[in-house]
């Protein structure tokens, strides 16, 4: 069903800057973008993917190892792996939605075995499909999107969005940071897959990932939900990058003198390991790992042992002290609104996918990381690239419509006090980092936080357009400012706890809170509800 | 974060420059440098594309360290990374290696 299509046409331009005449822009080059990418020009697009570091080490997976929610497609196994997740999810996925995932990602890990990415195969002679390692997985993307005909723009940031005179999407703009110079790419449609936002918490190949996407999309006018459902913490060694949190379920956690933290696990008791953070030091040791686990993990994940081969612990015998690292909605379920099956936004012309849009639909309130997302990016990568597809085919050409920037804070001339990335970040980082805000969350809290986010974003609106050299960095701050303050308006609205937002003022689950909570808005933020599917259908059939 | 570039090993092919997702290096007439090293992330990833494993990132990843290249070169940790996922000829076995059904079945 291949269709081979032409590639997107370079244009001339001034000297020096790029420019592009394509059917369906890309941002973002991580499994979902990738995926996105090849998936559009399958359906006969010409694709341009632009990516802000380098497509095949850029994101979260290209640095980890990741479980892939791969299911045979036998009706038994499927409705327990929908059923499993459910209670944790907080009863606010869909199953129609998750059906399809499930048969979406079998097609794609499948394509990717046909593909030659070295499944291992089980002692039974059965190819096991349920995991994927990062950088071999992402090598083997970039090299299909290539092959695909996709022209990929590496180091090439997305300042802005291009739109219309009637408001729908035309391209997108902005820089090459190894070049010192800008891209412009006219397209027809649009599709954001730039990942969801840590906040530069290191959290494990996570420091691209900080919200670009969702500003740019908040901008022209795209809706967000279930950012309430956006506060993970990893577990990693305290000094370490290298956040594995799967693999501390062997872990035993202890206080300085050596005694138990009560409750403390990686899974169901990591608020304990939390509030034990706050009074001091936590040890984590691997000790419940027999040899036979001790060696599956070596041969799963090199990269886990990276920090401890090089300081010399050994960490099945030995205690090393952990952090929890924010992973936000990386690892949370909020992100753009998608409102059909293709993965389209409320914008005309504009996709989401992967971590960039909500996971709701198939997590609900809770991911474990890996796993579900990693299926959502498969999935919603191929449907957000064909959606793209056919919408640019319906649509004329690009280059005859008009198309203006539609970026706003550090691109718009304000007053003459210069923009300070660095120290916006880091003010960002003071009101979503600490436990007390964002892990326990409650009403007070949050408010005072939410007034003193507000500020921030008051005074960085007005703030002169930033230097040339700090573009970036002034629109990362100023998305993971929007982040945080579409978080905690979201976190305010939902008075009650379910998946992984907990509210100490109303610890239970409270049926009257069983919707979605939609966020959008920059200078003015605002939340509404929305019902389930499977509610609004019941409703319309009475 | 990234500590080391060995100038005996580089050959200057720039493939760090290039695939550092958070743009740390910089071309230069000669061996690329660490130009921003407060941007490394500590993702190891510049290592394991490195061909000639001239490269090295500390695990630490908040604060720079004194590294003894010298001694680091006798040791086994110079290029581990990329030995262990099976990217050099030596190892290319280990490239279909994982045992994550094992650890955490379906």
């Known amino acids: ?542 | 974060m990234i500590e080391v570039i060995d100038q005996e090993r580089c050959t200057s092919c720039d493939i760090c420059v290039n695939v550092c997702p958070t743009n740390v290096f910089d071309k230069t007439e000669g061996i690329p440098v660490v130009a921003r090293q407060g941007d490394c992330q500590t993702c190891f990833l510049c290592e394991l594309y490195c061909p000639e494993d001239a490269l090295f990132v500390s695990p630490y990843a908040d604060s720079a360290q004194r590294v003894d290249v010298a001694a680091l070169k006798q040791g086994p940790l110079m290029g581990s990374y990329r030995r262990a996922v099976g990217w050099t000829d030596g190892s290319y076995h280990l490239r279909s290696a994982d045992r994550s059904y094992r650890l955490f079945g379906h």
């Not at chain 1, 993970?232 to 370490?240: E, L, N, R, V």
């Not at chain 1, 992100?335 to 996971?359: E, H, K, M, N, Q």
């Open chain 1, 1 to 542: 069903m291949t269709i081979r299509s032409g590639r997107a046409e370079r244009l001339s331009s001034a000297a020096g800057s790029l420019s592009f005449d394509a059917d369906v822009l890309v941002l973002g080059g991580g499994p979902a973008g990738t995926w996105a990418s090849v998936s559009a020009a399958q359906h006969g697009a010409r694709v341009v993917l632009a990516d802000k570091g380098f497509c095949g080490t850029s994101g979260a997976t290209a640095a980890a190892g990741t479980g892939v929610w791969y299911v045979d497609p036998d009706p038994h196994q499927r409705e327990a792996a929908m059923a499993t997740r459910e209670k944790q999810g907080g009863y606010l996925q869909d199953r129609r939605w998750m059906a399809r995932v499930l048969d979406r990602t079998y097609a794609q890990s499948n394509q990717l075995a046909d593909w030659g990415y070295p499944y291992p195969t089980d002692e039974n002679g059965k190819s096991q499909r349920n995991s994927l390692q990062g950088p071999e997985y992402m090598r083997l993307m970039r090299k299909r999107a290539k092959q695909a005909g996709v022209t990929i723009l590496d180091h090439s940031p997305a300042l802005e969005l291009l739109v219309d005179e009637s408001g729908a999407v035309a391209g997108a703009a902005g820089i090459q940071r190894q070049k010192k110079d800008r891209w412009t790419v006219r397209a027809k449609a649009v599709v954001i897959a730039t990942g969801g936002c840590a906040f530069l918490s290191k959290t494990l190949g996570s420091n691209v990932l900080t919200g670009d996407g969702y500003l740019l999309a908040a901008e022209v006018g795209a809706e967000l939900s279930s950012m309430e459902f956006s506060n993970p913490y990893a577990i990693s060694p305290a000094f370490g990058s290298v956040t594995k949190t799967l693999f501390y379920g062997w872990a035993s956690f202890s206080y300085q003198d050596g005694s138990r933290v009560p409750g403390a696990a990686s899974k169901g008791g990591r608020s304990a390991i939390a509030r034990a953070l706050r009074q001091g030091p936590v040890y984590a040791q691997l000790d419940k790992a027999d040899t036979d686990v001790q060696q599956s993990m070596r041969a799963s994940q090199p990269n886990f042992f990276l920090p401890f081969d090089r300081t010399g612990i050994d960490p099945f015998t030995e205690r090393f002290p952990v952090t929890l690292r924010l992973e936000g909605t990386v690892r949370g379920t909020g992100g753009l609104r998608i409102v059909d099956d293709s993965c389209a936004t409320t914008v005309p012309g504009l996709y989401a996918a992967g971590d960039a849009a909500t996971r709701e639909l198939i997590c609900g309130g809770f991911t474990g990381g890996g796993s579900h997302n990693a299926a959502w990016a498969m999935s919603s990568g191929y449907w957000a690239g064909q959606g793209a597809a056919d919408y640019a085919r319906q649509s004329g050409r690009a280059a005859s419509r008009s198309a203006s920037g539609a970026g706003t804070v550090a691109l718009r001339k304000g007053s003459d006090r210069p923009f300070e990335p660095g120290v916006l970040a880091r003010a960002v980082q003071d009101e979503v980092f600490p436990y007390e805000l964002n892990y326990f969350r409650e009403a007070g809290r949050l408010d005072q936080s939410l007034r003193r986010l507000n500020a921030l974003w008051t005074a960085a609106s007005r703030a002169d357009i930033a230097a040339e050299q700090d573009l970036l960095r002034a629109r990362e701050a100023a998305a993971m400012l929007a982040t945080a303050r579409w978080m905690y308006r979201s976190a305010l609205a939902r008075q009650e706890s379910r998946g992984m937002h907990r509210r100490e003022d109303f610890p239970e689950l409270d049926d009257r809170f069983h919707h979605y909570v939609t966020a959008g808005g920059l200078d003015e933020v605002w939340t509404s509800t929305r019902p389930l599917a499977a509610a609004a259908y019941a409703e319309a059939a009475e």
